[in-house]
């Protein structure tokens, strides 16, 4: 077992920092595997589940508790891939073993914040027009950053004020196209989009050099673009819009997808509700 666990940290496919990672998980591992005699070749699904109990099981010592959800997953995907690499993809167990991870509200900035964030990335010249017809594009119609950069011109209906976009797994949904946005796209195809333009070219937001951006262009104008989307949605949200809408236009297949923000949702119920009910 330890000529094995050697030769797959050895792997060259391997990063030094998953390498480090890998070894404390895999030895705590092997070191159990161990402790009830069993060998490597006997780990079946029946040994990964118990393994798996084992890591949620509370701890004494110095760190007593228990490991969170997410430190557990982590253990158990490097078991999993020491598995493969010991024994073949055939022999390791299907389903997941992790406890689910508690749903969190994702760091959403406020309204002021997103008004900051959109009015800096405003300049002089064809690049900082298009920054900013960009983050509102983002903001306004709760794009995922590949979404962002993937629409062609014929995306865009000024006439009917609507953004088609094409989603995960090359779904298609329409978005309304707000009134700022549509303002700054806009000008931005009037007065900087030709200054960019080289060639042929159907992409709606171009790199200086004329070609369709990339998602790390988005990053570098915005740290963190999704949380532009999860503003998007929250703000809908406390403006009124149910789950079923916000699942629609942000592309979710599943509404427990759109759940997350669920409580937000739940606050302006209720302060519906103590407007409105006589014994709130």
């Known amino acids: 077992m330890r000529a094995e666990l050697e030769r797959f940290l050895a792997s060259p496919a391997l990063a030094e920092a998953t390498r480090r990672a890998y070894g404390a998980d895999l030895e705590e591992f092997t070191t159990w595997l161990r402790a009830r005699g ?28 228990k490991l969170a959800p997410a430190t557990i997953a982590r253990k158990l995907a490097a078991v999993r891939a020491f598995l493969r690499f010991s024994l073949g993809p055939a022999r390791v167990p299907e389903g997941s073993f992790a406890p ?14 997103v008004d900051e964030a959109l009015a800096a990335a405003e300049g002089d010249g064809a690049l900082a027009l298009r920054n900013r017809a960009l983050l509102e594009l983002v903001y306004s119609a ?3 950053s590949r979404e962002a950069v993937d629409l062609d011109l014929a995306d865009l209906d000024f006439e009917q004020e609507l953004v088609r976009v094409r989603g995960k797994g090359s779904k298609e949904r329409v978005v309304p ?10 000008r931005y195809l009037r007065q900087a989009r030709p200054l960019l333009a080289s060639g042929a070219e159907n992409a709606l937001f171009l790199s200086a050099r004329g070609r369709r951006l990339d998602t790390s262009t988005l990053r570098r104008l915005h740290a963190h673009p999704h949380r532009l989307r999860h503003a998007f949605a ?11 809408t916000i699942q ?3 592309g979710h297949s599943s509404l427990s997808t ?22 709130s």
Request: net charge positive.
């Open 248 to 250: 629609e236009l942000l």
């Open 142 to 144: 709760g794009l995922r």
């Open 100 to 113: 689910r991870r508690p749903r969190r509200l994702p760091d959403v900035p406020k309204t002021s914040e």
């Open 177 to 186: 196209l707000g009134e700022e946005a549509a303002h700054w796209a806009a």
């Open 38 to 65: 069993t060998s490597l070749g006997g780990v079946d699904v029946r040994v990964l589940a118990d393994y798996a109990t084992q890591l949620g099981a509370s701890r004494p010592g110095r760190q007593p508790g």
């Open 234 to 244: 929250t703000h809908l949200l406390e403006g009124g819009a149910d789950l079923r």
């Open 258 to 279: 759109t759940q997350v923000y669920s409580h937000v949702d739940a606050r302006r119920l209720r302060r519906v509700y103590d407007r409105a009910h006589p014994r």
